[in-house]
Antibody, heavy 118, light 106 residues
Framework: EVQLVESGGGLVQPGGSLRLSCAAS????????MTWVRQAPGKGLEWVSI??????FYADSVKGRFTISRDNSKNTLYLQMNSLRVEETAVYYC?????????????WGQGTLVTVSS | AIQLTQSPSSLSASVGDRVTVTCRAS??????LAWYQQKPGKAPKLLIY???SLESGVPSRFSGSGSGTDFTLTISSLQPEDFAVYYC?????????FGPGTKLDI
């Protein structure tokens, strides 16, 4: 069974940094496209970033401040978030598909809440 | 970036109703579209991918159609557990944008 478990969320001041983790089981993060999606309180879903085998892509709103990466030995995905803004308060989900090469999001973690506030 | 619009933004329906939600892309995206269902406090759940392929385990009352710029999600006979928010997402070009959502309630 595929399982994704996020961690690392919490309260951070504006301008601060946070690193989110997403531990995977039941499949290999190195063999699948992995994605971060966020959802502000009471709002819709926002695509944040994706990592392919050799490249990464970001939403314009986070480009230059967020970095997606993975540790294949730990089967874990990360999202390093710098220069955080109040409006980036959200639940952050990691997601992926079981089929290598698929970009739709079959599997989702439970989400981790990031609160940016002074 | 490709913009997705959904209509209606909210919809009131009853158990047993046939419901259709529309997603329109700002430019052609072939069949690179997925539909998700989200219930309060839960992660989204994949329903349909590649515009019309039903995800494993999803009831057959859900169906998707369309290509190019216009897509629909149809629920043939609403069940109590179907009341939720529905999102479309395009996979044609980065960034892989979501639609704003359609809230389906009683």
């Amino acid at each position: 069974e595929v399982q994704l478990v996020e961690s690392g969320g919490g309260l951070v001041q504006p301008g601060g940094s946070l690193r989110l983790s997403c531990a995977a089981s039941g499949f290999t993060v190195s063999s699948n496209y992995m994605t971060w999606v966020r959802q502000a309180p009471g709002k819709g879903l926002e695509w944040v970033s994706i990592i392919y085998s050799g490249s990464t892509f970001y939403a314009d709103s986070v480009k230059g401040r967020f970095t997606i990466s993975r540790d294949n030995s730990k089967n874990t995905l990360y999202l390093q978030m710098n220069s955080l803004r109040v409006e980036e308060t959200a639940v952050y989900y990691c997601a992926s598909a079981s089929n290598p090469g698929a970009e739709y999001l079959q599997h989702w973690g439970q989400g981790t809440l990031v609160t940016v506030s002074s | 970036a490709i913009q997705l619009t959904q209509s209606p933004s909210s919809l009131s329906a009853s158990v047993g109703d046939r419901v259709t939600v529309t997603c329109r892309a700002s430019q052609g995206i072939s069949s690179a579209l997925a539909w998700y269902q989200q219930k309060p406090g839960k992660a989204p759940k994949l329903l349909i991918y590649d515009a019309s392929s039903l995800e494993s385990g999803v009831p057959s009352r859900f169906s998707g159609s369309g290509s190019g710029t216009d897509f629909t999600l149809t629920i043939s006979s609403l069940q109590p557990e179907d009341f939720a928010v529905y999102y479309c997402q395009q996979f044609n070009s980065l960034p892989f944008t979501f639609g704003p959502g359609t809230k389906l309630d009683i």
